[in-house]
């Protein structure tokens, strides 16, 4: 019975494999990974996804700097400062949060920001790389927040009270103290945001405008994701097949990503 | 206390004020947005119908069955293959490697995006074993979407159950088989119900998985007739209605329906994991 997940995943990966590397082959490694050119329909295709790869890259580093500070610090409120009410009210907001669809982000980041930057920045339209790093950074809140509270709450208490009767103020000692003993956790929690913003299709779809241009941070932009997404339906032959292609490349950043979280659960584990 | 500690504490404690607060009022704003612009748009019309060019109604009554016929073929698979998959593990497997490579390719699993599930369902369900774009294969993709979740839950339950159980059973002289029947799995009855709790949530906040493997049909049919047609989920339909169809009204009813059955769904799990704990400890 368990073999049958093991079958699974190499199912994903031989499936994925056999249909991604013919497009490579024919376009030329080189031209696939570095090309500056998607136009996947013209008379003369040429097939770059270099600026699906950086846009990714770009997001998910945007989503986590802006995503990551305030869900940790959240987190260290609601692991040592916060009373018990607040922490349950918030505790729950935050698991709806993490239940809520994806499509429902990219609903309201459509309606309410996608408005908004375009009328605050005077551009024409707002659909763009910011618009899809809001919403990227909202959606990797709840996990950094749970990760990184688990993370703190197996503090041993005894630390922070040795720090404290040594004349450290509570705030110092849950920085000083609390943080660095859970640092792997959080490193966890960090990388788990990572993992679920290079991820996601359908809210970034709906946000991020999806011309396949170079990233900039007010331009419309195409993820590796929403390339896939948004070109499969009406694809054919080598088109196709360069996306399938472009879902391996996915494939590999989740895998490393995968591998990197695993090396900080173990490190934890270790401890 | 020196004036630089003092400045350092101020602020961070500052900081973290405006984080706490930024999270409760985007959550709070969130929520409320999404009923605030979703409730007036829900109407018995919208619910109880299917939708129609020549009257111009739109109703997503075949979009809520469709999400139901999902989750029914969902759970159905999943759940013997998920409970098996984790009896194997903890009560049968003796190589630890076979255990560690399986628990490694559940975790890789359930980090891989949804976006290639879909893809690679779409070439394994409705192109190599000839499904076509059908709710059927819909489910099968989500089905190995959510074999780790129930693996994971059912796993974690399992190994609460007192070994001193499984001993005295043996020691009664009930076989392998017998024990894991009447003893263990009575046990693990709430990590079960958590796991599909969970798996029910997940499908029915997917999308980007179904898109290329259930389609977005609209057709009202019954369960065994629609599991063999293409057919979109309320998440599909919302997706539908927002980007390609600019029927924003009809998108936040959907919106706020999904929004509702979330907080059930997370209601639920806590309560069957708070019913399930008090059980426990008597």
Redesign the interface.
């Known amino acids: ?6 079958g ?2 190499l ?2 990966t031989v ?2 494999v056999i ?1 991604g590397i013919p497009a490579i082959g024919e376009i030329g490694i080189i031209n696939f990974l570095f090309g500056t050119k998607w136009a996947s329909t013209a008379s003369e295709p040429s097939f770059g996804i270099l600026p699906f790869i950086l846009t990714s890259i770009y997001g998910t580093a945007g989503a986590i700097i802006i995503g990551v ?6 987190s ?3 692991a040592k ?2 009373n018990k009410k607040v922490k349950t009210v ?1 505790e ?6 993490a ?10 980041g ?3 920001l996608v408005p908004g930057i375009r009328k605050i920045f005077h551009i024409p339209d707002g659909a763009s790389l910011f618009a899809a790093i809001i919403v990227l950074s ?1 959606m990797i ?1 709840p996990s950094i ?1 749970k990760v990184s509270l688990t993370a703190l709450e197996a503090v041993p208490k005894d630390y922070e009270d040795a720090s404290l009767a040594l004349g450290a ?1 509570p ?2 000692t849950y ?1 000083r103290v609390s943080v660095p003993a859970a640092k792997s956790g959080i490193a966890a929690a960090v990388v788990l945001g990572v ?1 679920r913003a ?5 809210a970034v ?2 946000v991020a405008g999806n011309a396949p241009n170079m990233p900039s941070l007010f331009g419309s932009v195409r993820f590796l ?1 929403t390339a ?2 948004s070109e ?2 009406y694809s054919a032959g080598l088109q196709r097949q360069v ?2 292609s472009i ?1 391996l490349v ?2 590999l950043f ?2 490393l ?2 591998a990197a ?2 090396f900080f659960l173990k490190r934890e584990k270790v401890k | 206390m020196s004036v630089k500690r003092k400045i350092y504490i101020n602020v961070m404690r500052i900081f973290m004020w405006v984080c706490i607060g930024l999270t409760a009022v985007l959550t709070l704003f969130l929520i409320g947005y999404v009923l605030i612009q979703g409730i007036p748009n829900i109407t018995w019309e919208l619910l109880s119908t299917k939708p129609s060019y020549l009257s111009g109604r739109i109703g997503i009554l075949p979009d809520i069955l469709n999400t139901l016929y999902v989750i029914l073929a969902t759970l159905i698979i999943v759940i013997p293959l998920g409970v098996g998959a984790a009896i194997y593990l903890t009560e049968y497997a003796k190589n630890k490697k076979v255990v560690g490579i399986i628990e490694y390719a559940s975790e890789t699993l359930s980090g891989i995006p949804s976006i290639i599930y879909g893809l690679v369902g779409m070439l394994f369900f409705c192109r190599f074993c000839g499904l076509q774009t059908s709710l059927l294969s819909g489910s099968l993709t989500l089905v190995i979407m959510n074999l780790p979740t129930v693996m994971r839950t059912t796993q974690e339950s399992l190994k609460t159950v007192p070994q001193s159980y499984r001993e005295g059973a043996f020691g009664l002289g009930a076989g392998k088989w017998r024990v894991i029947r009447t003893v263990v799995l009575p046990g693990c009855v709430d990590g079960v119900i958590t796991g599909c709790i969970l798996s029910v949530g997940r499908i029915l906040g997917e999308s980007a998985a179904l898109l290329f493997t259930a389609g977005f049909a609209h057709a009202l049919s019954g369960l065994f007739e629609g599991l063999g047609n293409s057919g979109a989920t309320l998440t599909v339909a919302l997706y539908f209605y927002a980007k390609e169809e600019g029927e924003f009204g009809v998108a936040f009813a959907i919106a706020a329906i999904l929004m509702v059955l979330t907080v059930i769904i997370n209601l639920a799990a806590t309560l069957t994991q708070r019913h399930f704990q008090k059980r426990r400890r008597i």
């Open positions: 019975m368990g073999l049958i997940t093991v699974f995943v199912l994903i499936y994925l249909s500070p305030i869900g940790f610090m959240s260290v409120y609601l400062m916060a918030i729950n907001a935050v698991s709806l949060l239940g809520i669809p994806s499509v429902v982000y990219g609903l309201v459509m309606m309410v909202v809140l927040i103020t705030v110092e920085f993992g290079i991820g996601e299709a359908m779809m709906m994701t896939v997404a499969m339906s996306l399938f879902a996915l494939f989740i895998m990503i995968n979280l695993n």
